[in-house]
């Protein structure tokens, strides 16, 4: 899996690089703005994890999260153009444990764990018609994780902490989607995003009081922070400078 990652990362790198040095002057831009839902999914690495003590079992899921930020985007040919920006990530996880010590006790809790990213992605257009284009991307990412955080369950049993694993990590990110282009109102994309981090985002430690102050203590595991996600990006119109050079 890490070998795959490291493959997948010196590519982008070698790709943007090579596409960068080809071209002699600045390419035509595009502003956009980024709005992106994080589903709850049981591929990619990110299925839910069950844990079992001697006392209690708990479940670890995702939620839906959500991603916002801005892209600019360059292109380079009619079919390559490189897209960088900067992204407020929020993942959201689900927490539900169950004993049966004594009697049967049951207990929810959720976290959300936030980074900033700074990304690089080569998308390369492929024509459907006049104004429907397929995209595909592939690029890399520096996140920045914004700190540790803990939470404790409704009912008090369930005690959780994560902890980040670094402050800054690497990503590499894949896409595919449509892209509905009008010079006079804007291009409107619509795609999936794969996320796939370098190394785990976070050690989470886990505890189940199921008997007052006596708790069953997990093991601490590290949270990998892959995820799927849908996308919509409208970037402003291209000739939105050109007009306001003529006026």
Known sequence: MKLKFYLLFFA???CCYFIAQKSNSIGEKQIGFLVSGIIPTNYFGAAALYLDEDHSSLELSTKVG???GMVLKTRYSDKISIENGITFCRRNYNIYGQSFYQGETRDTSDFGYINYR?????IVDIQLSKQLFMNTGIGFGLDFYASS????GKNKYINHLSI???WINACVTGDLGLELRNQDIGDFYFGATVNIP???????RLKYYYDGSIADEYNPFLLAGNFLGLKIIYFLPKNMENK???N
Request: aromatic share 10%.
């Open 244 to 246: 306001k050079v003529e």
């Open 118 to 122: 700074i990304p690089i992605k080569v």
């Open 149 to 152: 955080v803990q939470s404790t």
């Open 12 to 14: 982008s790198i070698t």
């Open 198 to 204: 370098a190394f785990a985002i976070a050690e989470t």
């Open 164 to 166: 980040r694993n670094n």
């Open 66 to 68: 959500y991603q916002f």
